[in-house]
C-alpha cells in the first residue's frame, strides 16, 4: 500500500482574490477532484519578487500585465494565460462611522485631506495607482505626512485596530475585513481598475491536477465567486 501523499497545486495568488478563493473556490475544488492546494497570497509585486528568487509556482493568479515578462522569462507558459476578472479601488471607515461623501473627485479630496489618518499598501496594484492619484491630484505631501503605510496585506485593518481612519485598497481586499464598513468605489475621475488572469507554470504542464486548477479558476463557479467577493468576472473564452 502506497503512503505517498497526493500532490498538492501550489498557487500563488494576488491578494484580490483570496476571497473568492477561501470563501467557495478551492474547497469546491477540492472537493471536485480530490487535489489539495498550497496556496501563498501576496500583492503581485511581492509575488514577482518570491520568483525572482527562485519559486516556481504551478499556477498563478495576478495582475495581467505582469505575465508577458514572465512567459519570456519560461516561467509561465503563454498560452495558457486568461483574464479572469477586474476589480476597481474602494474606501472604507470603521464599522460605525459616518461614511464620507466620495461621490465625485471634489469629495473625495475633502475626505482624504480631512481624515487623521489614510491606510494604503504601496506594494499592491491599488497602492500604486493611489500613490500617483495623490501627486496628480496636488495632496500628496498633506496626505502622506500621515498616512498609514502598510507594506502588505489588507489595509482595512488599519481602520479596525485605530491606526488609520480611512483604509484605500481593491473593493475585494477591502470585503475580506468583515469589520470594516466599504463606503464604496472610487469616483470617476479617480477610479482604477485591475485586470485579474490565471497561468500555468512552465514547470507544472505535465501535472493533471495544476490543469484542473487552471480551468476550474477560468469556469462558471469561480466566475460566480468572484462576483460576490466584490470582482467583476471577465467573459470566459
Known amino acids: ?32 477532484t480530490g487535489a489539495a492546494v498550497n496556496g ?6 511581492v509575488l514577482l519578487r518570491r520568483i525572482e528568487e527562485g519559486d516556481r509556482p504551478d499556477v498563478m493568479v495576478g495582475v495581467t500585465g ?11 507558459d503563454r498560452t495558457s494565460v486568461r483574464s479572469i476578472a477586474r476589480v476597481g479601488i474602494g474606501l472604507a471607515v470603521p ?4 461614511p464620507p461623501a466620495i461621490d465625485t473627485v ?9 481624515a487623521r489618518s489614510v491606510a494604503y499598501s504601496r506594494t499592491g ?19 502622506n505626512g500621515r498616512a498609514t503605510v502598510v507594506e502588505k496585506g489588507f489595509t482595512a485593518l488599519a481602520v479596525v485596530d485605530g491606526r488609520a481612519d480611512l483604509a484605500v485598497q481593491q473593493l475585494s481586499e ?16 479617480a477610479q482604477h481598475y485591475t485586470e485579474l488572469s490565471v497561468a500555468l507554470g512552465t514547470t507544472a504542464l505535465a501535472r493533471a491536477e495544476a490543469r484542473a ?4 479558476l477560468t469556469g462558471k463557479e469561480a466566475g460566480d465567486a468572484y462576483r460576490r467577493a466584490g470582482l467583476e468576472a471577465l467573459p470566459r473564452d
Open 125 to 143: 496594484a491599488s497602492g500604486v495607482h493611489f500613490a500617483a492619484l495623490l501627486e496628480r491630484l496636488g495632496i500628496a505631501d498633506e496626505v
Open 213 to 216: 486548477l487552471h480551468s476550474f
Open 1 to 32: 500500500m502506497s503512503t505517498e501523499k497526493p500532490y498538492a497545486v501550489s498557487l500563488f495568488s494576488a491578494l484580490a482574490v483570496k476571497k473568492a478563493l477561501d470563501d467557495v473556490i478551492l474547497a469546491a475544488f477540492s472537493k471536485t
Open 174 to 189: 477591502l470585503l475580506f475585513v468583515p469589520e470594516a464598513q466599504v463606503v464604496g468605489p472610487l469616483p470617476e475621475g
Open 95 to 98: 464599522a460605525g462611522a459616518a
Open 66 to 76: 505582469a505575465f508577458p515578462s514572465l512567459c519570456d522569462m519560461g516561467v509561465i
Open 106 to 114: 471634489g469629495t473625495l479630496i475633502t475626505a482624504l485631506r480631512s
Open 40 to 45: 501563498v497570497y501576496d500583492p503581485t509585486n
